[in-house]
């Protein structure tokens, strides 16, 4: 590098260096790279340069001025950095101090999603019948989520699912986003000796997203088993739950004869609407709210129950489906997009927790 | 799965209305998912004669047309077709008609002073094609009176339905037909095709080098064909369910596998290498070219077909180009096997091949059709390609699919809940092809058909948790093989009968009063979701994923908890907390215009894989400042915002707030100076709070003042169920001192709160902070705290002495704690 170059390098570091606040660093970098800067005067002057010494002079003139950029650059991130630990320093509170007595705004500020509302709902409707809740992991064991309910790995039903997975953890197996809250059923099975009566209410995943579909929705898991229960008890409890939900009491619905792996009989359930208005309870259209059936033997043998003595039926749902029908919601999408203004909407006070006695 | 009317006809003898098949069809379980009926739209247009097409008198364009359609009434119809014309035969709609393409109602109706009682159509106007350059024009033998669509072969409705994973038998239009016979809608039509005569030795033979991958294959060559285009009645089939037609041999091939849901192959024998097929697991390096134009490079794991050339197929996945019949087929062999379904399943799904076969293989095939099925479609292939057939050849053995199952009548109402009776049921057993072996009063003993794989299959095993100790585990092996076989049958009996047929019954309570449904710890979330709510915050629920960057500025990401399959890029890491949920939810509102938000939302944290590496938090956001208003001035949300809010929380979980303690051991993505965590004892942290960092806003988007908390909620102790001690209510009034003391401004404040509550317990009830101040009249460094003591008396009021010696006692204990000293 020839001396000058040089020289303006060492002079410019030497004036970073002293440079302690933005404004001497705009200075520092005005006098090099600024309109009449040392380096832009360099560059203005290559004109002059011999042709035969032009090219490597102006490669190195260039070179200093990246140099000269980044070293401002430097300069201002660390000058920018000791600013904010000291303002950060002089900010300093003492939150050990007791807080307000109030908060900012009150009860008629704040609001209950209606996905917790629902919950509440099922919770209390379903209490009266002598449902108790259960939970269970998002993050599940693929055996939970499938093997167990008797999907094994090469059931087309596994494709069905567009099942989300994380990496396999010790074991080798790919544990998966729960695609259903069936895996509780196995869990409290496991957990607890029959009679069972549990609900799940809880978040699923499916890899799949678009006006109806959701990559993360809720579903409320029943599970009955007991001596004696039949399909007519199934009949009865979910007419009777979904009658007290909607809050009509001559609610039709149907049920029709399909498939899940762990039930069987299994059955989908209609109810009467009006598919143009959405009006519910009458219109003579069906629209299917849910399945269920009685649990497949082999899904209480996995879990250690003798079909032979114990019976049973569970059944599933959609949490935020049976929302937008109760409530005429129209789109699934703004129910996860915490848009203050679709929360005051469609959101509910908290002073009116859901209770049968209140009406829910 | 989609069949026309006409074609399920073929199978069933019915005079059942389309409506009456499609809710039987949907009450059995197989669920209609759409009927496209043209048929319905075209009913009230009817093929007329015009007897007569003359000018109208004042209208150039228009003719006055006098036109029969054999109902006694000759019509007078004004048409402006240019094709109008006496003796034509054409379409005429009466009044009350809709037209199908623009929905217009028609109606008598005046045209320049002539009554026109109805409308000749067009094509387009009929919904059925572009043509509009004149009414339509049809053959004269074409039969007056009749509707229109039937005499055109327009009223055939296309039935689709969805066929569940278990019913590979109802994949046929034959399957669907003994459904829906065996529900009473009908008889089914017997199926037994004639042997074809073989005139010569198969050119080819098989080879199964895996019987457990293809237990049996049958094959047989039909040579002297001249393929080409299939007849019409074939194409309209295919074309009605959405296939295209290619030529007479694939026509075929797809025909069967509709029809009685058997896929079938057929090789053209030029083009095999060799005089063998053989079928065999793939090898290191092998592919083939795929039907569907793709090369596909086969594993060892996979089943093919392959002659001296390679591999020709992907066995019952899909056939391959290179041996593929075309036009210039003279001669060709026809494979009708049967493959493992778990295979085909795990093949196609490696390949990600979808193909009709696959899907009819992987649920099962029928197991006793192959010989039956090759003879109906030799014969099909001669009646369309001409020819003579070879002898039949085959490899492996017809499996022994031969098994019984058992029922006992009491179930159908002990785990039915029906009332059917014993004949009603083995009748509809035996309309779905089961037949008896053995009855007595309590059950039916039946032989499976050979085409439900679903039923006493056994097929898939248990798979038992391992937890489970060896006895039990055994015993409900056992209960469950016992009863298996019986809950299909049980199955096939309800839902013949429909399941609306089954009588609710309101389920029996253990009590009247039923216990709470929620453990004490469950109602934690409900709570604290509704103290938040009643703070002013919104309840939020987000998904448990977002993009791994966000989440790495609220805490670990480890690759553990990434999405192997994410949706998007942006939905690919489970979050750490909530809190970087609704921080990004907040930035959004912001975004449109409203900077003062408070967000709550209790969900998942996800630390690990493990159920208890999953936490429950609520956490919450607070941005902008307070509302303006008359009686107290708008401020910026701040720390102690926060704080409340996470204290709320622990106190309405019945956590004693008097005991916590202040740390500022926050989070990173916290202001390091403005934030803390809320500590049980010395170690466990029950909430942070505090503002966010300055960086971090920057990095979010939220560029106003932003607070927030998050509680632990797993790690708040059970509440204990105990009744509260006797309240102490002192019959002497509680007296108040002020104390002021000046302190070194890094002294905690809870630390003198402390040591003055500490100071005399006996007396001293309550102490709280009521003024601090930092200024200039007081030293560098030092602030002044003020502390409001409540002095509770119990056996008799205080004495100023008592009271002095108290104070004395509450200066020396915060000076010994804290360094302060009190202000004069």
Redesign the interface.
Known sequence: MSDDLARLQADTEAALAAATDPRALDAVRVATLGKSGALTALLKALGGVPPEERKERGAAVNRLKATLEAAIEARRASLDAAALEARLAAERMDVSLPARPFPPAGPDAGAIHPIARTIEELTAIFGTMGFAVAEGPDIEGDWYNFSALNIPDHHPARQDHDTFYVPAGPDGRRPVLRTHTSPVQIRTMLAQEPPIRVIVPGRTYRADHDATHSPMFHQVEGLLIDKGITLGHLKGCLIDFLRAFFDIRDLPVRFRSSYFPFTEPSMEVDIGWNRKTGELGKGGDWLEILGSGMVHPKVLANCGIDPREFQGFAFGMGIERITMLKHGIPDLRPFYDSDVRWLKHYGTSPLSPASLAEGV | MKFSLSWLKRHLETDATLEQISTTL????L?VEGIEDRGAALAPFRIAHVIEAVQHPDADKLRVCQVDIADGTIRTIVCGAPNARTGMKTVLGLPGAVVPANGMVLKVGKIRGVESQGMMCSSRELGLGDEHDGIIDLPADAPVGQPYASWAGLDDPVIEISV????GDALSVRGVARDLAAAGLGTLKPFAPAPVQAAYPSPLAWSVDDLAGCPWVLGRAVRGVKNGPSPKWLQDKLVSIGLRPINALVDVTNWFTYDLGRPLHVFDVAKVKGDTLVIRRGREGESYLALNGKEISVTRDDLVIADDGGVESLAGIMGGEHSGSDLGTTEVFIECALFD??QI??SG?RHELRSDARQRF??GVDQALPPAALEAATALIIELCGGEASEITAAGAEPQWQRTAHLRFERI??????SITPDEAVEGLERLGFSVASRDEAGVTVNVPSWRNDVAGGQ??????P???PE??A??????A???PE??L??EV??LR???A??????????PV??????AR?TRT?LA?????????????????LDDKTAALFGDTP??????????AD?NQ?RPTPLA??AL?AA??IA?G?PD???A?I??A?RD???AG?LTVAAGL?TGF??RHWSEPARA?D???A???A??VLASLGVPTAAL??A?EAPGFY??????VIKQGPKTVLAT??ELH??LRGQLDLPGPAVAFEVFLDLVADPKKRKKAVPDLPAFQPLKRDFAFLVD?TV????L?RAARGAERALITDV??FD?YAGERLPEGK?SLALEVTLQPRDASLTDAEIEAVGAKIVAAVTKATGATLRG
């Not at chain 2, 109402?413 to 029906?418: D, P």
């Not at chain 2, 015993?475 to 469950?480: I, S």
């Not at chain 2, 905690?748 to 630390?751: D, G, I, K």
């Open positions: 949907s009450a059995i379980g669920e569940t994973p278990n019913r379904p778990v399943a795990l799904r992987e649920r109402a002990g785990l039915g809940g029906s898939g095993g248990l798979a038992q948790s937890e489970l100790a039990r585990a015993k409900a092996a056992e209960g469950c016992a009863i298996e809950c299909d049980l199955e309800l839902r429909g399941l609306d089954v009588p609710p019954v309101s389920l029996p309570v253990p009590s039923p216990q709470s449904s929620l453990t469950q409900s979701r509704r103290v938040l709510a009643a703070r002013g915050m919104l309840d939020c629920v987000s998904f448990g994923f690759a553990s908890l990434r999405l192997e399959n994410p949706i998007a939905l489970m949920s609704i939810a959004r509102n449109r409203y938000v408070a967000l939302e969900g998942g996800y894989i493990t159920p999953q607070r307070t509302p949300v720390a102690m915002d704080k409340g809010d204290l709320a303690s202040v500022a202001h390091p100076g403005r934030s803390g709070f505090g300055p960086t401004a905690p404040a809870e630390n709160v709280a902070l601090r602030v």
